[in-house]
């Protein structure tokens, strides 16, 4: 992964944590399949890269991602959740800058741990993408589920997305 990625992702995280603080219209297709994708990307990532994993590479990458993975159920759980017009409106509080900050340092922690342990892979920037992924995919899962308990349905969609919001606002 260049600069120009790690700057993207850089962008993408601000992005989020923006609309997340802001509040929006929650729709299935932003929810759930946009960190679907970027986890696909992310383990493509690692494959596609010049560097040879080794099972210390995967040992690090899989338990960073494992750990992104149980901040975004933490996410998930403080995000507020709410009808408003009759779909899906969410808002991450405050507080909820504490774990992205944990995700930061949680990454930074396994770059480290990764560096002293020479996975090379684990150590570089090539992660990235995957250990957001996880953390989004994670956080989508619960707010999913809330949503359903809940009894308020995702926003409408056009296009293929209609049809993922459509299954998603069935009742469990």
């Known amino acids: 992964m260049g600069i120009l990625e790690v700057l993207a992702a850089i962008a993408i995280v601000a992005y989020v944590i923006a609309r997340q603080f802001v509040g929006e219209t929650l729709r299935a297709k932003r929810v759930v399949v946009l960190p679907a994708i970027l986890l696909v990307i992310g383990i493509s990532g690692l494959h596609h890269g010049a560097r040879h994993s080794t099972p210390t590479d995967y040992a690090c990458i899989s338990t960073g991602a494992a750990v992104a993975a149980a901040i975004g159920l933490a996410q998930g759980i403080v995000m507020r959740l709410e ?14 800058l504490w774990l992205w900050l944990g995700l930061v340092v949680s990454r930074l922690f396994f770059t480290a741990v990764a560096a002293g342990l020479d996975a090379k892979v684990a150590a570089s ?10 953390n989004r995919l994670a956080m989508a899962g619960v707010i999913v589920l809330r949503a359903q308990s809940m009894g308020i349905p995702f926003a409408p969609e056009g296009g293929a997305g209609s049809r993922l919001t459509s299954r998603l606002n069935r009742p469990s």
């Open 125 to 134: 920037s090539a992660p990235i993408l995957l250990t957001l992924g996880a």
């Open 83 to 96: 009808s408003r017009d009759d779909v899906l409106w969410g808002r991450m509080p405050k507080a909820g």
